[in-house]
T-cell receptor, first 113, second 111 residues
């Protein structure tokens, strides 16, 4: 059953803590992405990776970090430097980082308590 | 009914009617466009795509129109059903660059 899986679905974080969101895909896709979505708004790109061991900052990378040690995995860490981390986080993957369809996971809703 | 993307983020359509969702994209060099549907609390799902060498592409109950002269993209949904209620995003890209998403339009189907 191929697809892209995000976990957990809901996550609560205390202020000052780092948290890591998981994203795994078994589609053999080269490119992976992390987006942030705030209520009633569109998707904003945090980080993306077009190949293993390489990644680039998106439009809102401050306060976030990623790694791409394996092709199928692209975890996102929300650090304490991110001042307003409460949001819906979406991971996506595509065959390559160009004009191809991106497949999305079901998202992780992060809430700071 | 018809929306104008960023200026009218909501659109209400009677069940069974056709709907048109519009998107003004930003980059004249963009050569690939996708429409996504996002239901509440879920990730976006692919609906239909179109490349810049085409003006129109049809799927099942959906049609995408591309007007490169005015950098405009539209999604037409025929005979709308309650399950069509969602937020619809257009996305653009060119070459090997990342997808850029529009703000989205919320479509509500009135029974």
């Amino acid at each position: 059953d191929g697809g892209i899986t995000q976990s957990p679905k809901y996550l609560f974080r205390k202020e000052g803590q780092n948290v890591t969101l998981s994203c795994e895909q078994n589609l053999n896709h080269d490119a992976m992405y992390w987006y942030r979505q705030d209520p009633g708004q569109g998707l904003r790109l945090i980080y993306y990776s077009q190949i293993v061991n390489d990644f680039q900052k998106g439009d809102i990378a401050e306060g976030y970090s990623v790694s791409r040690e394996k092709k199928e995995s692209f975890p996102l860490t929300v650090t304490s430097a991110q001042k307003n981390p409460t949001a819906f986080y979406l991971c996506a993957s595509s065959i390559w980082g160009g004009a191809t369809e991106a497949f999305f996971g079901q998202g992780t809703r992060l809430t700071v308590v | 009914g018809e929306s104008v993307g960023l200026h009218l983020p909501t659109l209400s359509v009677q069940e069974g009617d056709n709907s048109i969702i519009n998107c003004a994209y930003s980059n004249s060099a963009s050569d690939y466009f996708i429409w996504y549907k996002q239901e509440s609390g879920k990730g976006p799902q692919f609906i239909i795509d179109i490349r810049s060498n085409m003006d129109k592409r049809q799927g099942q109950r959906v049609t995408v129109l591309l007007n490169k002269t005015v950098k405009h993209l539209s999604l037409q949904i025929a005979a709308t059903q309650p399950g069509d209620s969602a937020v619809y995003f257009c996305a653009e890209t060119f070459g090997n660059e990342k997808l850029t998403f529009g703000t989205g339009t919320r479509l509500t189907i009135i029974p």
